[in-house]
């Protein structure tokens, strides 16, 4: 029984070219001012110590703020998965969503997929490497409107990199259900392996660009997948778009 569907973002619910061409590009440009105008707030604060203990364990030296955000900066080019980054990254990305510089993308599947879970009785919850902050921004200001009522639970790399089999394991603790009761939705063979490891069901979305798994089951979209039989009770219908 499927009683709850985790699922990735870049390349599963939104297209990885709004991420890396509109948000990255965002965060790269503001990143340097930003932190000058919030230098003293004691997330950027922590966030920048994070990143200076992180370059003194990787290469035994130490460095200034500015520094710091070069650090940064380069990251963000290379899409490094460093939990300090992604909260800057979701400070920086709210101020672009509330001011309408850009609105989070979704696929045109996404909503009714969603809707049709919710349908079904079953939970929903995000796993990405962007930090839950942002996560909730993307989906709170999407082209179809605020999604995230239909979410109940939100991970980011705080519960482990996305291709450990120790984090999937930790959602499952949070969770409380017992493995082959969660589905994980990825377009990264990667993860799902690691997801499988940790005794999950898997289905691999296979989006434009996107090489197909010979390991896991696939989809070309969220409404292509077939649940098992044995779901829970239907809900009745809540309507947020």
Do not use: C
């Amino acid at each position: 029984m499927v009683r709850f569907i985790l699922l990735d973002i870049e390349g599963t619910t939104t297209d990885i070219f709004f991420v890396h061409e509109v948000l990255f590009p965002y965060s790269e440009k503001r990143l340097s001012a930003y932190v000058a105008t919030h230098a003293e707030d004691e997330s950027v604060r922590q966030a920048l110590e994070s990143v200076k203990e992180t370059i003194q364990q990787e290469e035994k030296r130490s460095m200034t703020d500015a520094e710091a955000v070069d650090v940064l900066q380069s990251w963000i080019r290379q899409d490094r998965k460093h939990t300090a980054l992604k909260q800057l990254q979701g400070m920086i990305w709210k101020e672009g969503f509330e001011t309408l510089q850009y609105q989070g993308h979704v696929y045109d599947d996404v909503p009714r997929a969603l809707q049709n879970w919710q349908r079904k009785g079953i939970e929903l919850g995000i796993y990405s490497s962007g930090s839950v902050q942002a996560q909730k921004l993307l989906f709170g200001h999407s082209i179809f409107g605020d999604l995230t009522p239909m979410f109940s639970h939100y991970f980011d790399t705080r519960v482990g990199g996305k291709r450990e089999v120790s984090s999937y394991q930790n959602i499952l603790a949070e969770l409380n259900l017992a493995p082959m009761e969660v589905l994980f939705l990825s377009d990264v063979e990667a993860e799902l392996d690691a997801a499988r490891l940790a005794g999950m069901r898997t289905i691999q979305l296979v989006r434009e660009g996107t090489q197909a798994s010979t390991r896991h089951e696939t989809a070309a979209t969220l409404l292509s997948i077939a649940l098992p039989d044995d779901t829970p009770a239907k809900k009745p219908l809540r309507k947020f778009f």
